[in-house]
């Protein structure tokens, strides 16, 4: 029996090796479709088409099939400047990149050229994992590279966000969210690399309304940033610090038909705030 032991230990280390050199499953496609845009492909049902900013546009839409393919972004001119598209590129419904183009403009002159360059891409890294997302942004004016990590809950929705700057890690942080049982954000808080614990908060109130940038992955200003990762709309956000309450800030809606909103009045008591106006068209 003794002779037997260091064969079958070599049977076992073996089958380690060989355990070792199995490649990781490759998530489930049926799991990563169900996250939340852009890093899944949740079919918008309802297309929003422009956005006024105080009545004047500030951007439009353009679909491929039921997702979002570009938002163009305009300069309040007399006639609507457009200087700016951000497009995505998709392969079978799977998110790649993201990409930004420019052009130069003087808003004294109410100029705005009609030479597009580039201004950043941000490209979706292979999923490891179905709670994992990893993207790769880069500056292509300023030459910078970013690292963004996602973790996704098993609904599918946004909880954590890490960044990394590639040649200056001391501005790293992390964003954290806190969902209700509708998954809308009801808290966030940013936390530094450099510093021990987070200076301020945000808490969130909500309606019972679609919000119309949830399944186009942005927000109105083209960002994958917390206005469009809850379901429904923000009537209210409180900004806070250790001590409370710093300010709120405030949102009316009319909604449309459809349920969406038609338009929101957004003010806030902060003196420092200037209230405005957007509407939206379907």
Not at 32 to 39: E, I, M, N, R, V
Not at 68 to 90: A, I, T, W
Not at 94 to 123: C, L
Request: proline share 7%; with cysteine.
């Amino acid at each position: 029996m003794k002779r037997l032991l260091p064969f079958l230990f070599l049977l076992v280390l073996a089958s380690c090796k060989d355990d070792e050199k199995q490649p990781v499953p490759y998530p489930d496609p049926a799991v990563l479709a169900k996250h939340q845009a852009p890093f899944g492909s949740p079919p918008v049902d309802v297309k929003l088409k422009k956005l006024l900013f105080n009545g004047k546009l500030f951007a439009e839409y353009i679909y491929e099939g039921d997702l979002l393919r570009e938002q163009k972004k305009f300069l309040f001119f007399d006639v609507p400047g457009h200087y700016e598209s951000g497009n995505f590129v998709r392969n079978a419904g799977v998110t790649e990149s993201y990409d930004v183009v420019s052009a130069e403009w003087n808003g004294e002159a109410q100029y705005v050229s009609d030479i597009f360059k580039p201004a950043y891409s941000i490209r979706f890294n292979p999923p490891v994992n179905d709670s994992l997302r990893e993207v790769t942004e880069e500056n292509l004016i300023f030459l910078e590279i970013f690292y963004r990590t996602y973790a996704i809950d098993k609904q599918g929705f946004i909880t954590r966000q890490e960044f990394t700057e590639k040649t200056n890690t001391a501005n790293d942080f992390s964003i954290f969210y806190i969902r209700n049982e509708q998954h809308n954000i009801a808290k966030s808080w940013v936390k530094y690399a450099a510093e021990t614990t987070f200076a301020s908060f945000v808490t969130y109130e909500f309606d019972t309304h679609p919000n119309p940038f949830f399944k186009l992955g942005l927000d109105r200003n083209g960002q994958l940033a917390a206005h469009a990762m809850s379901p429904n709309n923000v009537v209210k956000e409180t900004i806070s610090d250790k001590n409370g309450p710093i300010y709120s800030i405030d949102y009316k809606y009319d909604y449309a038909s459809n349920g969406y909103p038609a338009k929101v009045t957004v003010g806030s008591g902060n003196p420092a705030f200037t209230p405005y106006t957007m509407e939206f068209n379907y």
